[in-house]
């Protein structure tokens, strides 16, 4: 019945919006005719011709508000008159363009930041995993249940397949690791980053291949021949986008791989950073029984109406059935199980996203109260238009409707001038990400202008507009119509209601610019401290590149050694470099290794305290090349060679925690699985390792002469900085090997921005938005102050006749702005001190309540305030009191 | 005597449905009968004539035709639509609910 009263519905609806002329004139003529026949019947009864026309309008009861309730009657009314408001809205705007100019960019900037903050919101925390069912994917990680402490992969190779094949959870479990691959023949060896994969990789994730298939359970098996699936990217720029790649034979490592399948361009694992590679990962037996150590992390798929909890439970069951049997190695071991989801948020740069968007909502609702300030401000000025109105007979509601109408529209431009300026921001912070990085990073660091966005961006729009347009909707329809009537134009002073309403709205607007001010000076101290802050080494005239060996052709330790020397003598040739060696781990560098430690002569370590260091082989100049301090005993040395006793050095953090009582120099430690024993001969200062925001871990540093690797990276020193050395370093080692890949000869200090990619990108925006909330707080003071001299020049002019000296109304004026700044000020202060404290986590080297940076920031802002309430100040101090009471 | 405005609750609609249930009619036409079949119980001020109809048309009750009168005018007549009727079954059904229990609870005896 609904739908086939919409039969008759919908043409009415239709001609009262596009024929309303003509459904107005059949109103009339409906009406008329009525009148007309009422009239001829009154006068049939014997009435005069007059006399019977007066009765048939008395009875119909005043036919112009019989004709509006009629249209009132078709529904669409209220469409009319918003178009009418619309109208009259703009015609405002038009003829008050610097108010409209101020108000619109006041809004873009608060919309369009909100905009662009949003985008990466969505990206990042909506949807950030390209997979379906992706809330069914979780990443386990190894937990310590005695230390408390959570690391990514599992407690070992043998504990993985024992909760692969004892758990009820989950569909399937995968390990994995990143790996590199060097790929050589077909052009110049290149290294290509990827992974070492399950083969049920692909399928848990629920990804398919453009081309080819995905891994088969058999050839996870160590002895299967090599396959490999590679990334859409790898397939265009190495291969030429060969339809014919699948089958296609390639040399990885000196071992010949055939290419099975190719992966599409939005494929990506970002827990594994930039791949382009992936082959099955294959353990043998050994591997499989090893319950010590894992080299890989792990993830699966839940079971449907698993939840992540149940999981949990699951897998801690399994956990203490194995510490029980096996307690020399699982002791207090256990797997917790996240979300993937989560996993990937917190890797980079969840928290500074979410601290970003919360900042720029309150730079938004700065802005927003500035309009309305505005608004409230002119719709003051407005008092007597409205007064007419109203004697005319608009109703209040009627009167709020249009000033409510008139901020929409303008919050709308708003929106639209903040949408561009919204892409402008998305593509800033885009270009602001090192493409190095991208892997890493959740949708490779874009955000998303989709739907989603947009209608983010107008939702808020719109959502402001209606709460803040009701303020001077409210606060102008309270007029008292014969006080606004009577009152002379100029003269008219807003509504007590109106005024204490603004004053109301900058003491907000500067609390809320407090709290983003008092956050931005904390992170740009904290970034400070870190970006000029102590690495344990020098930074500058740095040049890292990495070498893997493959181990095919490079067998014996002799070779490998070998070919280090080569390199490092010629590299130490080239006229610009000052000093070059060689480190199996680098300080930003992409992989490193910790090895279990054991002091000799101390008692055998309880399960699960048992110690581990971050370890590194270096040849004997590395310390004096990094230029890292020794603070005791001796460096490396040429002399600890093959053949002499084993040394190590250590770092002050492992110094600290470990001899605090006695001189570790002369004593031993049994380092790693082989239980090679070495004497500390040295202390080092402790270096940063990964990232600036690091704590200080233990470090021992071996010979690589004693203990090679086939996996380090050359440093070099150039006297200056340095363009051609690069290239000169690669040629180099190609003159000594022309199959080794060599990676990007990078310099370490953008090592080091890359790595603090994040920090710079929220540094950076905070600071804009700390200046932006500065601004729109300093105007917002001015225009309360500046309208209310205005307002109160008769007053002072009352004042002045009676005695008041100039400098007496600066004071007052002065007073009155400091008193509304300074409640603002304190209630900043007390919501930094709530908001900052959920800063902490990414604050390294500030607190969060640094009691200097609240008070610097209050006082600062005091004087901003002052700054801007001087200007009004001296105009009212400049008032002529026979001018201002000559006005009247 | 109440005022039409005093009329319960969409009752004038009601008698607006039932009168054009009978026949399709114009305004004026309407008027009469309505003063005709409720005698001076009810009085129904030409002023609210107009907008109820124009409601109920566009709640498509009633649907509105213009035609030639027997005298030769051109005039606006409503007619009721298919939902309308049935709208109509449905509301008589409520109101003869309604009345009955209300002259129940009118006619209880005081003890």
Redesign the interface.
Known sequence: ?QA??????LP??LRSIFQRQKADE??D???R??LE??TQEYIAQGMSPQEARRS?VL????VE??KE??R????THFLETFAQDLRYGFRMLRKSPGFAAIAIITLALGIGANAAIFSYVNAWLIKPLPFPQADRLMVLLSHDTKKGLSGNGVTSSADFFDYEKQNSSFEQLVPWTGWYFNLTGDGPPDRILGGLVGWNFFQTLGAQPMLGRTFLPQESQPAASHVAIISRGLWESRFAADPRIIGRAVTVQGETYTIVGVMPANFQFSLMGISNMWAPLAMDDKVRNDRVTSWFQAFGRLKPGVTQQQAGEDLAAISSRLEKLYPQTNTNQTTLVSSMLFEIGKNEGEQQILISFCLVGFVLLIACANVANLMLARASTRAKEFAVRGALGASRLRLARQLLTESLLLFTFGGAAGALFGIWGVHWIEDAIPDRIRGYIVNYGRGTLDVQTFAFTFGIAILCGLIFGLAPAFGSSGHDLNRSLKEAAGQISGSQAGRRLRSVFVAGEIALAVVVLICTVLLVQDFAHMVYGDLGFQSRNLMVTQLVLPPAKYKTDAQIRGFYDQVLARVRALPEVESADASEFMPFGESNQVKVIHIVGRPPAEPGEVLGAEYSAITPGYFQTMQMVLLRGRALEAGDGRDSRKVVVINETLLRQQFSKEDPLGQQLEIGDNHEICTIVGIVRDTKLFNLTDRPMRQIYVSAAQFPSAYMSIVTRAARPSTGAASAIRTVVWSVDADQPVSAVRTMDDLITERNTPNRILTQLLTFFGILALLLGAIGIYGVTAQSVQQRVHEIGIRMALGASSSDVTRMILAQGLKLALAGIACGLVVAAGVTRAMAAILSTVKSNDPLTYAAVAAFFALVALAACYIPARRGARVDPIVALRCE | MSKPSDLVQGTLDLLLLKILALQPLNGFAISLRLKQVSGDVLQVSDGSLYPALHKLEQQGWISAEWKTTENNRRAKFYSLTRPGRKHLEKEADNWGRLATAISHVVKLKET
Do not use: P
């Not at chain 1, 086939?4 to 519905?9: D, G, L, M, V």
């Not at chain 1, 009875?59 to 005043?62: L, P």
């Open positions: 019945m086939e009263r919409w039969i008759y519905k009415l609806r059949e109103l003529d409906e009406l005719d009525h026949l009422k048939a009875e119909m009861g005043g508000k019989r309730e009629c009132d009657a078709r529904g």
